[in-house]
């Protein structure tokens, strides 16, 4: 077997370039770190099931109602859900956004009624709505700590044999 000495030494050298360059390298570099902690606590602003949506599923901040109304028959859900303030210190604006809307051709009345009790017991008094069948309606309040709002839905189909979802946002913060 004939070794090849030139071949040998340049591999040789560019084994012993590239230790070097790497070393170098690993040199040049800096470190910097993120600690943190991360507390769970419990729910600020809750949803509460109401009496006239007793499939309604509350997850998390997600509550999955599903209506069933009659063509040309206006239906009010008057009480859907409600919201709580859980924080017995704290009041929180929220913002409520449709984010996807009904066909407004679909619905002649589509609308969740925004109504607040400060009182307990005591009346609801009626805040403003907000329209399903568009994605430009909301509405934004303030929640008092331990007080709640109801959310009541008002619902007149003008076509028989639809089918159709919306999804509205709560966005909310102290």
């Not at 090849?4 to 230790?19: E, Q, R």
């Not at 690993?26 to 910097?32: I, K, P, S, V």
């Not at 009041?91 to 996807?100: E, F, G, P, R, S």
């Not at 009626?126 to 309606?137: G, I």
Request: charged letters at 15%; a negative charge; aromatic letters at 10%.
């Amino acid at each position: 077997m004939n070794i090849n000495c030139k071949k040998s030494l340049k591999f040789v050298t560019l084994v012993i370039t590239a230790m070097l360059i790497a070393t170098v390298s690993a040199e040049a570099y800096r470190y910097m770190y993120i600690e943190g902690t991360i507390t769970v606590g419990g729910i600020k602003l809750m949803w509460i099931q109401g009496s006239d949506v007793p499939g309604a599923t509350i997850i998390g901040g997600t509550a999955t109602i599903s209506l069933n109304v009659e063509n040309n028959t206006a239906v009010n859900f008057t009480e859907a859900l409600f919201l709580k303030n859980n924080d017995t210190t704290t009041a929180y604006d929220y913002n409520i956004t449709v984010l996807q809307p009904l066909a407004g051709t679909d619905f002649e009345i589509a609308k969740l009624h925004i109504y607040e009790n400060n009182t307990t017991p005591g009346t609801w008094t009626y805040l403003s709505s907000v329209d399903l069948t568009s994605s430009s309606s909301n509405y934004q309040s303030t929640l008092a700590p331990g007080n709640y709002t109801r959310i009541t839905i008002e619902v007149k189909a003008i076509k028989d044999s639809i089918s159709e979802s919306f999804k509205v946002q709560l966005e909310y913060w102290p």
